[in-house]
């Protein structure tokens, strides 16, 4: 039986600069793209032609264009706001000091159910997960068989992590994902209608083998 395997590789961006204890979400923050050999590693265990997509915030952009200069070659990167971070509303900006010291309604819900309350102004972590479930049906639909590399966000990764393995959003809270780690989902489509996903590696860091 022929199937077809389209290979994600889910990459988060690097260190942002000046956010240290701080919410920043979807805030357009730049990021610490200065450690070469890193990127080098990083980009030694990635595809050698595969499709490269970012989200709409330079952190992902910068972090890409950091492993292209790595891979010694520039390659077009399509643009996909559906694996945007989880945007927080009238939080993103604060220090966590701050938002605990307001103590307000919304804060005491988000905290007592983090994954279906929304911060004002904002989107819950159930939000993200139905978006980036619509760009991974959308982007395996139109290049199946290829390798995608979307350099994208810790919360959307958590997200694609509970679409794939049908998880209760809470639950996949509890992933840590490191930035410039690699986390790799295969889709594997049959020839019938069956498909089903398979889950290669979550939170693969160049640095997380040398510590090991």
């Not at 000046?18 to 980009?43: E, K, P, T």
């Not at 706001?81 to 966590?96: I, M, P, S």
Request: with cysteine; aromatic share 8%; glycine share 10%.
């Amino acid at each position: 039986m022929t199937q077809t395997v389209t290979r994600w590789w889910l990459v988060r961006h690097a260190p942002v600069i000046g956010a240290a204890g701080r919410i920043y979400g979807q805030d357009d923050l730049d990021c610490d793209c200065s450690n070469a050999d890193l990127f080098q590693s990083v980009a030694a265990i990635l595809p050698p032609d595969p499709l490269w997509l970012v989200t709409h915030l330079k952190r992902t952009q910068a972090t890409a264009a950091a492993l292209g200069q790595a891979r010694g070659t520039v390659a077009a990167h399509l643009v996909e706001r559906d694996f945007a971070e989880q945007h927080f509303g009238d939080w993103q900006g604060l220090t966590y000091a701050e938002l605990e010291a307001r103590r307000d309604g919304a804060y005491h819900r988000f905290w007592h159910a983090p994954a279906d309350h929304a911060p004002p102004g904002g989107e819950s972590f159930r939000d993200v997960i139905a978006r980036v479930e619509r760009g991974l049906q959308r982007w395996t639909q139109s290049y199946g068989g290829r390798d995608i590399v979307a350099v994208t966000h810790g919360g959307a990764i958590r997200a694609a992590l509970a679409v794939v393995l049908g998880l209760e959003p809470e639950r996949a809270l509890g992933f840590s994902i490191e930035t410039c780690s690699i986390t790799r989902l295969d889709h594997i489509q049959g020839a019938g209608e069956g498909a089903a996903w398979r889950i290669v590696t979550i939170n693969q860091h160049p640095d997380s083998l040398k510590r090991n």
